[in-house]
């Protein structure tokens, strides 16, 4: 992973000191209320409905073990125990005190960790497939490009007050695993005709109240145009984007708006005039990137194991968490750990000091020291070895992290909701236990097989219930929540909007309502069709049918 | 009202700001908001003092890059703390070789200078009620950074 030089120590150690600056004169009434929330927001504080929260931000969702144990630290230390990975692959902390912050940023800063532009209307994490550089189906590993652009765009003074906020994702696989199409920009490794690798670049994707699947602006951009092709869309947004209706203020609308074809003359007009500039990269430069992604010093003999084979056929338990919760990997003898942050009684993503510190054990011991937080709010161990898969499973199981529930109905992705959020306008955590409890036959959603479900608590979507399978928006209907549920939704490279299914049912009914849907794919599929499939087979009407019918 | 300029405090600012044509003094150093000044056309030719016009993200900056080494000083305003736009124009007016002064108006805060500065401000004016000496403190606060911009075109891994 990327190692801090002295210029990248120095750039965090002043912020912590300019916000604690920050802190203090708003503290001393110097700042108004107005200017400390753009100030903040850009630390990753926001006020919540109980107490400040800190949003920390994990680069492209990698972090080592030292870092865990940080993060461990804070939670014990600063919170009440426990974090949340959001569906940025950052963690956020909910009960910090306002003054405690600037020490915690300290804290942070001692291993080489931040809160910079974790929110705010800038530029955010940039983030990418949990599974970069071990997956086999990967064309190159999206890390080092993922880098050059938190460099890029770590304080750039242009881009720090923007009309909203702005989000890229980077793949390097034809298989999305980062929703790069709902993001602002999302980056796709790609092979030209002449065998070079470079850029697929789309623009104007996004959630939120006005979801949109991100158009192509560029099928193919040279890796060293990268940063000056990113520039040149974000100051054609800067520019132009909309700042008088905050809801109508991402670069999607400006996208809409003004039509793809026009929005692109407009970036390839700016881009001509900059692309020959200092924005270009160098080869030394990206060289001297990827040298810190190198793959890691493999163990040769790992594939000779045969003890998995054994454990498989002895032990149930295991195999079905082998089965779910692990991803193959490119070199013989590995695989890939998906640790499960969704239990079945706790809220999904959230993970407790005593579980950091377990998962950072565990990387140290057996994955090279790293682990990654994956878009779905999990974390993931990379580079684990057939030999050690045992091991890790029951320390995993042991500390409650090991549910065999990856890409199954209950491996949701939940926002924390109005228990929490000043934004939301229902409850998600209710719903999300109610769900928990009505599906806990693990065999009828191995039989359901893959099916993403996604639950946010209000229109701002960021629980991506827009791209679920099944997707599930909280609403407030006179002082009551109310759940609408779509379906045939996707955030993979197939990616398409859900349809809502019909009227919004009672906070009671979710999980009934969800039976019913499952019912009627279970009656419409055919042999080996996904749930997402037979939607997109048969269209909503048998669902909605089933749902609505009159009883009799 | 308090003044920047190449973070020094200034007392004296020379330049007048004038909002409507009939009133056009014959000598002073002018401050045309870009209507105005497109507006004034010839009758500011022969006009003995300066000129400078005053910019803001609704306008379109072609006429002034066309006629850049005319203006002494280019204002461009900050009409919320929140409107970002301001930034670009800078980086916009300095690439094309603008070398004037280049002012901040409107209500550039102190937690927006450094940025400001190396967007390619040199000058920033402020209401009498928000401004302290403290704010020369801003410009150091952070002392590295990443990207290149108008102060220094270079990213850092190009400066050593």
Sequence with gaps: MYIYNEVDQKIVDERVEQFRDQTRRFLAGELSDDQFLALRLMNGLYIQRHAPMLRVAIPYGLISSVQLRKLAHIARTYDKGYGHFTTRTNIQFNWPKLEEVPDILAELAQVQMHAIQTSGNCIRNTTTDPFAGVTPDELEDPRPWCEIIRQWSTLHPEFAYLPRKFKIAVTGSPRDRAASQVHDIGLHLVKNDAGEVGFEVLVGGGLGRTPIIGKQIRPFLAKQDLLSYLEAILRVYNLKGRRDNKYKARIKILVEAMGIDAFREEVEAEWDTIRSSELALTDAEVARVKGFFQPFEYDASAAADTTLQGQLESDEAFRVWYERNTHEHKVAGYRSVVVSLKPQLAPAGDITDLQLEVVADLAEQYSFGEARSTHEQNLVLADVKNADLYAVWQKLAEHNMARPNIGTLTDMIVCPGFDFCALANAKTLNIAEQINQAFDDMDYLYDLGDIRLNMSGCINACGHHHVGNIGILGVDKKGEDWYQITIGGSDREDASLGKVLGKSVAADDVADTLKKILEAYVEQRTDEESFLECVRRVGVDPFKEKVYAVAH | ?160
Excluded at chain 2, 25 to 38: C, F, G, I, T, V
Aim: aromatic share 10%; glycine share 8%; charged share 30%.
């Design chain 2, 1 to 160: 009202m308090p003044l920047l300029i190449d973070r020094q405090i200034v007392n004296e600012n020379g330049w007048l700001l004038v909002e409507e044509a009939e009133t056009l003094p014959q000598s002073a150093d002018l401050l045309l908001p870009l209507a105005l000044y497109l507006e004034c056309g010839e009758t500011l030719k022969g006009h003995k003092g300066r000129i400078a016009v005053k910019v803001n993200g609704d306008d379109d900056l072609t006429p002034v890059l066309e006629s850049k080494d005319l203006f002494a000083m280019i204002a461009i305003e900050f009409p919320a703390f929140r409107d970002g736009r301001g930034f670009s124009l800078a980086r916009i007016l300095r690439r094309a070789g603008y070398k004037g002064e280049l002012r901040a108006v409107g209500s550039p805060a102190r937690d927006q200078l450094g940025y400001m500065e190396r967007c390619g401000f040199n000058a920033f004016e402020f209401a009498d009620e928000e401004f302290s000496d403290d704010f020369l403190k801003a410009f150091g606060e952070i002392s590295v950074r990443y990207q290149g911009s108008s102060d220094d075109p270079r990213p850092v891994y190009l400066q050593n």
